[in-house]
Nanobody
Framework: QVQLVESGGGLVQAGGSLRLSCAAS????????MGWFRQAPGKEREIVAY????????YYPASLKGRFTIARDAAKNTVYLQMNSLEPEDTAVYYC??????????????????WGQGTQVTVSS
């Protein structure tokens, strides 16, 4: 059973930065990809970023490009999300997810096989 454990969330002022980590209990190098999603109260879960294991292809929605960066460390089985210039609108629970098989659109949360428990990010104005 794969376990994903997020860490690094917390309270930060607007304009600040946080780095989230997602540690996997198994080797991630053969997985299709890993993603970060977030869900704010009353809103649907949305993609924040993903990275593929082959070629390290990354994706960000246009609204977040330039502020957030996803990176993976295969040796540590860990994926990171660096978040800069945080805004109150970034307040949400952030989830890490893993897709094992090499198929599906990694933007779509339903294709992921495993999820972490989530970590709260709160940005104060």
């Amino acid at each position: 059973q794969v376990q994903l454990v997020e860490s690094g969330g917390g309270l930060v002022q607007a304009g600040g930065s946080l780095r989230l980590s997602c540690a996997a209990s198994q080797r991630t190098s053969r997985w299709f990809g890993m993603g970060w999603f977030r869900q704010a109260p009353g809103k649907e879960r949305e993609i924040v970023a993903y990275v593929t294991s082959i070629a390290d292809i990354t994706y960000y929605p246009a609204s977040l490009k330039g502020r957030f960066t996803i990176a993976r460390d295969a040796a540590k089985n860990t994926v990171y999300l660096q978040m800069n210039s945080l805004e109150p609108e970034d307040t949400a629970v952030y989830y890490c997810a893993a897709r094992i098989e090499p198929s599906g659109n990694l933007v779509d949360s339903t294709v992921y096989d495993y999820w972490g428990q989530g970590t709260q990010v709160t940005v104060s104005s």
